[in-house]
């Protein structure tokens, strides 16, 4: 069943958390005023911090459907966008020539048609529903080219397509838009102009000790403390790639599924690679460097307040 827009900051953190996303204040501002202003949302940050899964919740939510546009190297309008049936235009032509149809030009009109497009994400995305006008989720796109950002500049601005052979369609009710980028190349400002922008960051101890309790239910609590604290103080070393809150998330999980209710050297050594996705980083850390971490997480864990 479809839900209303929130009309507030505070219900729009709600909606988020009724979805088990704890967002800080910041984001549940800029959530709220996308939505309210019908904007496009564009967030930053490193992989693994949530910003796809904001996409996912709102969608889940707000009872509205899921368009995903995944972008890679080479994106093209034929992948993003529309392509024709030529199979079906085919069949069409050959099927007025059998019955006797000898004008091209009427011939052409007829198979140029909406029924004959082959309708990819972003035309998918300008038609609502009875639940609604559907959530985009432009993800990563920092991995495409700069042409393709510059095709993006009508549907954002306009939420319309152009197709030569139609004409203009445009959405009765704007797609939510949220698009995300890792940030390994800079998006251009003309298309970051139609946005409302927002870096998402790592959450702090409290909040991603909050993002476990509602993601791994059945993570005892004194793990679940000493993963936090042990992937926040490892995030301060020089990695190539820190973990982000999806590797908190599985680590927990893993840690849950191995019946361990406290982190200990063992522990540690036989799962970084669940927590750390590449070789170089684990080598460093595993072994001394691993036990001097849990040494420090304890100590800082024995100094905090109760």
Same mark, same amino acid.
């Given at each position: 069943?479809?839900?209303? &827009?929130?009309?507030? &900051?505070?219900?729009?953190?709600?909606?988020?958390?009724?979805? *088990? @996303? +704890?967002?800080? %204040?910041?984001?549940?501002?800029? $959530?709220?005023?996308? $939505?309210?202003?019908? %904007?496009?949302?564009?967030?930053?940050?490193?992989?693994?911090?949530? #910003?796809?899964?904001?996409?996912?919740?709102?969608?889940?939510?707000?009872?509205?459907?899921?368009?995903?546009?995944?972008?890679?190297?080479?994106?093209?309008?034929?992948?993003?966008?529309?392509?024709?049936?030529?199979?079906?235009?085919?069949?069409? +032509?050959?099927?007025?020539?059998?019955?006797? /149809?000898?004008?091209?030009?009427? =011939?052409?009109?007829?198979? !140029?048609?909406?029924?004959?497009?082959?309708?990819?994400?972003?035309?998918?995305?300008?038609?609502?529903?009875?639940?609604?006008?559907?959530?985009?989720?432009?993800?990563?796109?920092?991995?495409? *080219?700069?042409?393709?950002?510059?095709?993006?500049?009508?549907?954002?601005?306009?939420?319309?397509?152009?197709?030569?052979?139609?004409?203009? &369609?445009?959405?009765?009710?704007?797609?939510?838009?949220?698009?995300?980028?890792?940030?390994?190349?800079?998006?251009?400002? /003309?298309?970051? %102009?139609?946005?409302? @922008?927002?870096?998402?960051? @790592?959450?702090?101890?409290?909040?991603?000790?909050?993002? =476990?309790?509602? #993601?791994?239910?059945?993570?005892?609590?004194?793990?679940?403390?000493?993963?936090?604290? !042990?992937?926040?103080?490892?995030?301060?070393?020089? =990695?190539?790639?820190?973990?982000?809150?999806?590797?908190?998330?599985?680590?927990?999980?893993?840690?849950?599924?191995?019946?361990?209710?406290?982190?200990?050297?063992?522990?540690?050594?036989?799962?970084?690679?669940? =927590?750390?996705? @590449?070789?170089?980083?684990?080598?460093? &850390?595993?072994?001394?460097?691993?036990?001097?971490?849990?040494?420090?997480?304890?100590? *800082?864990?024995?100094?905090?307040?109760?």
């Amino acid at each position: 069943m479809p839900r209303p &827009i929130p009309t507030s &900051i505070d219900e729009t953190a709600e909606l988020l958390r009724a979805g *088990d @996303y +704890i967002a800080d %204040r910041s984001l549940a501002t800029v $959530l709220y005023l996308a $939505l309210a202003m019908g %904007r496009p949302l564009f967030l930053e940050g490193e992989a693994g911090v949530g #910003k796809t899964e904001i996409a996912k919740v709102l969608a889940g939510t707000l009872g509205r459907r899921l368009v995903r546009l995944q972008c890679y190297e080479g994106l093209d309008v034929a992948s993003a966008v529309y392509e024709w049936n030529y199979a079906r235009q085919m069949i069409e +032509i050959r099927m007025a020539e059998a019955a006797g /149809a000898a004008d091209r030009e009427v =011939l052409a009109n007829d198979v !140029f048609r909406r029924e004959f497009l082959i309708e990819r994400p972003l035309l998918q995305a300008l038609d609502p529903t009875v639940a609604g006008s559907p959530v985009l989720l432009i993800d990563e796109l920092d991995r495409t *080219d700069e042409p393709f950002e510059a095709y993006l500049l009508e549907v954002l601005s306009d939420f319309q397509i152009t197709i030569p052979e139609i004409g203009t &369609i445009k959405a009765p009710r704007p797609p939510i838009v949220v698009i995300t980028s890792n940030r390994t190349r800079e998006i251009h400002d /003309a298309l970051k %102009r139609r946005c409302l @922008y927002h870096w998402v960051d @790592y959450p702090d101890a409290a909040r991603e000790r909050a993002i =476990l309790a509602a #993601k791994v239910p059945g993570c005892a609590a004194r793990l679940s403390e000493q993963v936090v604290a !042990f992937v926040q103080a490892l995030r301060k070393r020089d =990695l190539f790639k820190a973990p982000g809150v999806a590797e908190s998330i599985d680590w927990a999980t893993a840690l849950t599924h191995l019946d361990k209710l406290a982190l200990d050297p063992e522990s540690v050594d036989s799962t970084l690679g669940v =927590l750390l996705k @590449y070789q170089d980083d684990i080598q460093s &850390i595993q072994g001394s460097e691993a036990a001097k971490l849990l040494e420090e997480m304890r100590r *800082d864990l024995a100094t905090r307040p109760a």
